[in-house]
Each structure stands twice: as C-alpha cells, then as structure tokens.
C-alpha cells in the first residue's frame, strides 16, 4: 500500500500522476464493521473494474479544526494503527488529507472537482451520513449531482447490530464509560491498542501512542499478545497516569521480556476505584441517550 499525504492546495503534479482508482470516503476511526463494509463494497467494485482501491481520509479529526461541539482528540485507531489495518484488507492507496481551515472552507462541488475527479477517481464509495466541503453542505445525494456523470457513486446504507447502529461515536461511548466487553459486537473484535512492555518490578508498563483513546479510569480484565505467545492480566487506567503510559501487572509470571512489543485487548471492567456510578454501570440505551444530549 502506498501513502499518499495531501495538503492544500492539491497539486496539479499529484493529479497529474495519480492513479485511475475506485475511492473509498470516511474518517474511519475505529474501521469498525461499517468501515469494513465500505471497503469491502469498493474493493469489490475496483475488483470489476479493473481499478486500484483508494481510501481518502482526514488526519487530524475535522472536530479539531472547526471547534463546534465536543472535540475528538484522542483514537481508537491512530493513524499509524489505521494505515497497517487497511493495507491488511486490501487497500492499494490511502490518501491522507490534511485537515485545517483551508480544507474546511473548500465548497462541496471544488472538493469533488480537486480531490475526487482530480485524483483519477472513477468510482466513490461511502456510508449513507458521509459530508464534505464548506460546512458539510456536500451529502451523498449531492455528490450525486457534484460528479456529474464524471464518475459513479454508492452509498452504503446504516449497519446496525443489535438494534443500535454502527458507528465510531458509539465505540467511543462505550469505551469512554467502560463498557469494553461490548465493543466487539461493533468493532468486529476486542478493542486493541499495541505498544512497548516494560518490566517495574512486580509491574509492568506499557507504553503506547498518545492519540490511543483509552477508558475511563478503573481497572480492567486484559489480554497481552505478542504472537503465539499470550497471557491475561489487570491493566489500571488512571487520571493521574502519564500520556502514553499503561500500568499492567499479570495473573501469572510474564512470558514476555523486557522491551517487547505487545497487543493489548481489553476484556471486561473489573473495578472503579472512583466510585462513579455512570461508570460501567448504565445500560447501553441509556447510555447512548447520555451521550447524545
């Protein structure tokens, strides 16, 4: 897979030695069950036509630069972790785009006519809510009408598992109040983050990228994988903690040696030692009603 990062203005150089592809759209945190239908749908469109598979995403989150509402700051999958995961389903280019305030303010229809049909786009693919250009005024429909019969357009309808639908905003949710043992039904797995373990004594610390979105404080049941090798084991998460630091002691001896590169995968909530009745405790409706007001 080859990444490609992109700033404003594009450059004609980048259009000009693009390659004809099927793109896929979205910010993708998480590549979640939804995600991967999106993929899947334009990997089997490119498959038909002959085509490289695309993904554009952004980097940072949009939240970040147009400040309305609640910012998202930190990932459940940085951008490093998401470029490995779409290589592994099949993508060929990933175009990274850099968000800032000059994208923000590019119209619906230049967005198409640059970053679509300007980079060889013969085909778009994305999920039924998906926006884009100044203020979001660009929806499907309208992309639609913005390609102009330039290139073709599908929409991938809403996913929903378990009366709920799939998104990265319900991911969130569900991590941030601790309910990590339903994260697979939405995710396609455990939620996983990798980085470095270190032995402290009877303990262990984990370093990881700092964008990781973590739980909220607690802790909880754990799982550390470093190919064949794996074992369970207690992770604390703390307010207090370090940026990019875990605390992490195992049910049993350690099988990995120091500096070893790791998997986490979070398992079940074991205890709040803040007392905090939100916590790990609200139903998944109730939650989602939190969240959303």
């Given at each position: ?82 470029e ?17 305030m ?36 660009g929806?499907?429909?309208?992309l ?12 991938v309808?809403?996913?929903?598992k ?26 396609g797995?455990?939620y996983e ?21 973590l739980?909220?404080?607690?802790t ?16 604390e998460?703390?307010?207090?903690d ?52």
């Amino acid at each position: 897979m080859r990444t490609i990062h992109v700033k404003h203005p594009i450059g004609t150089t980048l259009q000009k030695n693009s390659e004809p592809c099927v793109m896929a759209l979205g910010f993708f945190d998480g590549v979640h069950l939804g995600h991967r239908e999106i993929i899947k749908t334009a990997k089997l469109i490119a498959g038909q036509k002959n085509l490289k598979l695309a993904v554009m995403t952004f980097f940072p989150h949009p939240s970040t630069v147009i400040k309305k509402g609640s910012q998202i700051t930190r990932y459940i999958t940085p951008l490093s972790v998401k470029e490995r995961m779409f290589e592994k389903l099949g993508v060929d280019l990933l175009y990274v785009v850099e968000f800032d305030m000059n994208v923000a303010k590019v119209p619906h229809k230049v967005f198409v006519d640059d970053y679509l049909y300007g980079l060889r786009c013969h085909h778009a693919v994305a999920g039924f809510d998906y926006t884009y250009g100044f203020k979001g005024e660009g929806n499907m429909a309208q992309l639609n009408l913005d390609a102009e019969g330039r290139f073709g357009v599908t929409t991938v309808e809403k996913m929903e598992k378990q009366s709920h639908k799939v998104s990265s905003s319900l991911l969130r949710g569900l991590i941030s109040s601790g309910q990590v043992e339903h994260v697979p039904s939405y995710l396609g797995g455990r939620y996983e983050i990798q980085g470095i373990l270190r032995q402290e004594n009877h303990q262990y610390r984990m370093y990881i990228d700092v964008d990781y979105f973590l739980p909220s404080p607690g802790t909880y049941e754990v799982t550390l994988k470093n190919g064949p090798v794996v074992t369970k084991g207690m992770c604390e998460v703390s307010s207090s903690d370090q940026p990019g630091e875990l605390r992490i002691s195992t049910f049993y001896d350690c099988p990995f040696e120091d500096h070893t590169p790791v998997q986490l995968l979070w398992e079940n909530f074991i205890a709040d030692y803040d007392m905090n009745a939100f916590h790990a405790q609200l139903p998944l409706d109730e939650m989602e009603l939190r969240i959303s007001e």
